[in-house]
């Protein structure tokens, strides 16, 4: 499974900014797809999840409200898209697949990662 991030860039604090993520490969073996970002110096943070059907999503208390995450199964692609955009989410941001059938919101949840987009929130 190959995953392939695009879609982020420079946007002032207030903006908005959608990212999409298409899957190659062996995708009949993905269930629940998600979104997790890192800034410099910390950790990898989780930022999104969805379920194989798109029935289903998570965030944390971080981004909810101002993220939404969403898939389209015809297209193996997903998308976050992101609003009222924060200083605070700058960062690189990965997509990533499960094969679980359990939507995953760890990090070691997640067999496959995109190489990730940059997003940069200026004030």
């Known amino acids: 499974v190959q995953l392939q991030a695009s879609g982020g860039g420079l946007v002032q604090a207030g903006g908005s900014l959608r990212l999409s993520c298409a899957a190659s490969?062996?995708?009949?073996?993905?269930?629940?797809m998600g979104w997790y970002r890192q800034a410099p110096g910390k950790a990898r943070e989780f930022v999104a999840a969805?379920?194989?059907?798109?029935?289903?999503?998570y965030f944390p208390d971080s981004v909810k409200g101002r993220f939404t995450i969403s898939r389209d199964n015809a297209k193996n692609t997903v998308y976050l898209q992101m609003n009222s955009l924060k200083p605070e989410d700058t960062a690189v941001y990965y997509c990533?697949?499960?094969?679980?059938?359990?939507?995953?919101?760890?990090?070691?949840?997640?067999?496959?990662w995109g190489q990730g987009t940059q997003v940069t929130v200026s004030s």
């Open positions: 490969g062996s995708i009949a073996s993905i269930n629940g």
């Open positions: 990533a697949a499960s094969n679980s059938i359990r939507v995953q919101t760890a990090v070691e949840g997640y067999a496959y």
């Open positions: 969805i379920s194989r059907s798109g029935g289903n999503t």
